[in-house]
């Protein structure tokens, strides 16, 4: 069945798209639940949902990204439990409605709506839809493509104000999305210009910045109402952008020929990743010159889709290159799918050209998509074990289970630093610091406000892990937060760590 402009047919691949995604959101689900790291970077989402459920402001009340995927996740659990596999039932929901919009998208450029079309490109985006802590930012992602594909099929008034909406609701998701999306605003008002001479009207131009600040009211209103948060807001954007200068950790980029010397194991899924950092950039740059030189006027919505894709993949690339590794690659990677799909039925005139990028897009994807699937970044694994996380029985290693069992058996508050904020949600404990992440270093003035926050609680036993984060002993807690991890020295008695390669403090006596 071909999609006709604004026909029923439109909607078809619409509902066929949501059937499509819920369904493979589903299957993940059903495979993966039970398996994954919770306390790590799953665990400082889990942690934070918690925390809301439970009254807590984020960034005001706990270290956090932007409230809005707190919120949403909350709102999500609000008549269910608030143990792990229910937040990996919610996020499941959300990585549905990302997969289920970038079909969209893809199906009404493609003029295809039957199931067995759409079914391997949203197969496609299903697999990319990892790490699953992440899905809130990919699915943001996808949003934005929709509405800036939709602002290229019509420009006016109405797709503006979606456009600046999605703008606002991605910044409440995380304020780098929101800057993402005024970036690929700016270079699809630009494209219009120049390609179709559509000049921006004033009109428009309020109306997406109205849709900005509808979409961002939620921080609007935090800040306003909410006592202490547009201090803290104000607080965690001075350290980011003026202290720290960045808002990641950055790695070295695996460029093909480094991954080349690695073992047999890891070979192909470096090389491919290293492929995917340099493939990234020449798409950038040849999607420009086809965009000014080469792409045809009647092009109909394959443009639209290929014009989108390209504004949206320029910012998103800074993902991907802010830290170079194949879970940032995941979060980066939708607009470049998007790109490749549309740059394929320009190049083809038969759906058989179309599968055919499809089935070359999933063989690329497979050696770096399927080991952050989480039951297979378990398998290897020497042994694995069962254990009842709040009433849900998980998969863990050997170790996690051991340090769940360690901390079980405190009677007491109990929090592990700086890689482990998980254990804290895992015991629905509130924790005594800020700072649950601490990742980053930090200046003397804040390490004191945070000792004295320590200092005032009734903390039993507190695990700290001295190991060097990706290598660099500049990243050891021990040099990022010195004064605190000498409190803890001086005011706790250090204990025998029972083979589980961390430093263990108990109060003294």
């Known amino acids: 069945?071909?999609?006709?402009?604004?026909?029923?047919?439109i909607r078809r691949a619409a509902v066929v798209s949501a059937i499509l995604a819920a369904s493979l959101a589903w299957l993940s689900y059903r495979l993966n639940r039970a398996f994954g790291d919770f306390l790590h970077d799953e665990g400082y989402l889990w942690y934070g949902v918690q925390r809301v459920m439970a009254g807590d402001v984020p960034l005001r009340d706990f270290m956090s990204y932007e409230l809005g995927r707190y919120y949403l996740t909350a709102a999500l659990l609000a008549f269910k439990a608030h143990g792990i596999l229910a937040l990996r039932a919610g996020l499941a929901v959300i990585a549905a409605m990302g997969v289920a919009l970038?079909?969209?998208?893809?199906?009404?450029?493609?003029?295809?709506?039957?199931?067995?079309?759409?079914?391997?490109?949203?197969?496609?985006?299903?697999?990319?839809?990892?790490?699953?802590?992440k899905t809130f930012d990919i699915a943001i992602c996808a949003?934005?493509?929709?509405?800036?594909?939709?602002?290229?099929?019509?420009?006016?008034?109405?797709?503006?104000?979606?456009?600046?909406?999605?703008?606002?609701?991605?910044?409440?998701?995380?304020?780098?999305?929101?800057?993402?999306?005024?970036?690929?605003?700016?270079?699809?008002?630009?494209?219009?210009?120049?390609?179709d001479r559509v000049v921006v009207r004033l009109k428009w131009l309020l109306c997406w910045a109205g849709g900005v600040l509808a979409g961002y009211s939620p921080v609007l209103l935090a800040a306003s109402f909410v006592p202490g948060y547009l201090g803290a807001e104000e607080s965690v954007l001075h350290y980011l952008l003026f202290e720290y200068g960045g808002t990641n950790l950055p790695l070295p980029i695996p460029w093909p020929w480094i991954g080349a010397a690695s073992s047999v194991g890891?070979?192909?899924?470096?090389?491919?990743?290293?492929?995917?950092?340099?493939?990234?950039?020449?798409?950038?740059?040849?999607?420009a010159v086809f965009l000014l030189?080469?792409?045809?006027?009647?092009?109909?919505?394959?443009?639209?889709?290929?014009?989108?894709?390209?504004?949206?993949?320029?910012?998103?690339?800074?993902?991907?290159?802010?830290?170079?590794?194949?879970?940032?690659?995941?979060?980066?990677?939708?607009?470049?799918?998007?790109?490749?799909?549309?740059?394929?039925?320009?190049?083809?005139?038969?759906?058989a050209g179309k599968y055919v990028t499809v089935a070359v897009l999933l063989l690329i994807s497979l050696p770096v998509a399927v080991p952050l699937q989480p039951r297979w970044a378990l398998h290897h694994a020497s042994q694995l074990e069962a254990v009842r996380v709040q009433g849900d029985t998980v998969m863990v290693d050997k170790g996690a289970a051991r340090m769940l069992d360690?901390?079980?058996?405190?009677?007491?508050?109990?929090?592990?630093?700086?890689?482990?904020?998980?254990?804290?949600?895992?015991?629905?404990?509130?924790?005594?610091?800020?700072?649950i992440y601490p990742l980053f270093p930090?200046?003397?003035?804040?390490?004191?406000h945070e000792i004295s926050r320590l200092s005032s609680s009734p903390v039993d036993s507190i695990m700290i892990s001295t190991g060097p984060l990706d290598g660099r002993k500049s990243l050891a807690y021990p040099v990022t937060h010195p004064l605190t991890y000498r409190f803890i020295q001086e005011h706790f008695r250090r204990k025998e760590s029972g083979g589980l390669g961390l430093e263990q403090y108990v109060r003294g006596e």
């Not at 450029?109 to 496609?124: C, D, E, G, I």
């Not at 008034?157 to 700016?186: D, K």
């Not at 991907?320 to 320009?346: E, G, K, N």
Request: proline content about 6%; aromatic content about 12%.
């Open 406 to 435: 360690e901390a079980a058996q405190v009677h007491g508050l109990v929090f592990a630093l700086p890689y482990y904020p998980g254990l804290l949600a895992v015991l629905n404990e509130k924790s005594p610091i800020w700072e």
């Open 293 to 351: 030189r080469r792409m045809p006027r009647d092009a109909g919505p394959t443009a639209s889709l290929f014009m989108a894709a390209w504004t949206l993949a320029v910012p998103y690339a800074n993902v991907a290159f802010s830290r170079a590794d194949a879970p940032h690659m995941a979060q980066a990677i939708l607009p470049f799918l998007a790109l490749a799909l549309a740059a394929a039925s320009l190049a083809w005139r038969r759906n």
């Open 442 to 448: 930090r200046k003397a003035s804040f390490e004191l």
């Open 1 to 9: 069945m071909q999609l006709g402009e604004g026909g029923w047919s």
């Open 266 to 287: 890891t070979a192909l899924p470096q090389l491919t990743l290293g492929f995917l950092f340099v493939v990234i950039p020449m798409a950038l740059v040849a999607g």
């Open 143 to 195: 949003l934005l493509l929709l509405c800036l594909y939709r602002l290229f099929r019509k420009p006016d008034a109405t797709r503006y104000f979606q456009l600046g909406l999605s703008v606002g609701v991605a910044a409440v998701i995380g304020q780098n999305h929101g800057m993402y999306g005024v970036v690929a605003t700016v270079l699809a008002m630009a494209l219009l210009y120049y390609r």
């Open 102 to 133: 970038a079909t969209g998208v893809v199906g009404s450029a493609w003029r295809m709506s039957r199931f067995w079309q759409l079914l391997p490109v949203a197969v496609l985006f299903t697999l990319w839809m990892v790490p699953r802590h």
